[in-house]
């Protein structure tokens, strides 16, 4: 059995995967609570959809992208 690792690297094609991670890695509070304020529907659905990326914050996209 090899000796652990000092670094853990995450590697993934997806980057809004990266970024959930991420977010729920270091800022998992407020993941949570954007979650929680969520309204769910095939309008808003669509809305988040068409929104562009670089318009939101990491934790809005990975909101999103959950």
């Known amino acids: 059995m090899r000796p652990p690792a000092e670094v853990e690297v995450l590697n993934d094609?997806?980057?809004?995967?990266?970024?959930?991670?991420?977010?729920?890695?270091?800022?998992?509070?407020?993941?949570?609570?954007?979650?929680k304020w969520t309204i769910s529907s095939r309008q808003v659905f669509k809305w988040l959809n068409d929104m562009p990326p670089e318009t939101l914050t990491d934790i809005q996209r990975a909101a999103r992208f959950y």
């Open 13 to 35: 094609v997806n980057d809004e995967l990266i970024n959930l991670y991420r977010v729920v890695q270091h800022h998992p509070e407020e993941f949570i609570r954007q979650l």
